[in-house]
């Protein structure tokens, strides 16, 4: 059980175009979804919290108008990279949280690369 | 502010090798550290959480033990499967859920 997945797991776009990116609980609803950035070598940075049904909270240093993340569901998040340029390409990692806060699972990731 | 250091950043074992990962942390209060594991490529994998000085917790050949500064992760004859990064990780009191990583201590386990 608690399974989440994302989709894209790769993705390769031209700089100046949008991407999106989804977690899904697939066994579970994630009342709070957080969405992770990982440069090569380097560890998981937090880049925001959702709640299902309202607006995210981003950490300092990250512009909420270049990072939209929408948490329609209790089942999906989703992240779009807006007018993505070669700097923003990163391994971007989300986890789900049923409910309590020390129980947080993870997704396989989603390697973006933009040229 | 909020740290967490992990030490050695890698280390390169022979299988049977046994050794300990060192995960320190100066947080404001914590309410738990975490332990993940990552092989490259995927998401974090959980391992462990502890939440109060002086707990353990085992599974297989990895122990995690956590002081009021510090956690280590114990690795008992280590197999080549066991080769990863293994990511520290705490979390705050006044924060929900949000997790602060160390930067993670790449294993390799050589048969």
């Known amino acids: 059980g608690a399974v989440v997945s994302q989709h894209p797991s790769r993705v390769i776009c031209k700089s100046g175009t949008s991407v999106k990116i989804e977690c899904r609980s697939l066994?579970?609803?994630?009342?709070?979804m957080f969405w992770y950035r990982q440069f090569p070598k380097q560890s998981l940075m937090l880049m925001a919290t959702?709640?299902?049904?309202?607006?995210?909270?981003?950490e300092q240093g990250v512009e909420k108008d270049k990072f939209l993340i929408n948490h329609a569901s209790l089942t999906l998040s989703t992240l779009t990279v807006t007018s993505a340029h070669p700097e923003d390409s990163s391994f971007y990692i989300c986890s789900a949280s049923p409910g309590q806060p020390h129980e947080q699972y993870f997704g396989p990731g989603t390697r973006l690369t933009v040229t | 502010e909020d740290q967490v250091t992990q030490s050695p950043e890698a280390l390169r074992l022979q299988e049977g090798e046994s050794s300990s990962l060192n995960c320190s942390y100066t947080?404001?209060?914590?309410?738990?550290l975490f332990w993940y594991r990552q092989d490259p490529g995927k998401g974090p994998e959980f391992l462990f959480t502890?939440?109060?000085a002086g707990e353990e917790k085992e599974k297989e050949r990895l122990k995690a033990t956590l002081t009021k500064k510090e956690s280590f992760l114990h690795i008992t004859a280590p197999k080549p499967e066991d080769s990863a990064t293994y990511l520290c990780a705490v979390q705050v009191t006044d924060s929900w859920g949000k997790l602060q990583f160390g930067a993670g201590t790449q294993v390799v386990v050589t048969p």
């Open positions: 502890l939440y109060s």
């Open positions: 959702s709640n299902e049904g309202s607006k995210a909270t981003y």
């Open positions: 066994d579970f609803q994630a009342t709070t």
């Open positions: 947080v404001s209060g914590l309410r738990g």
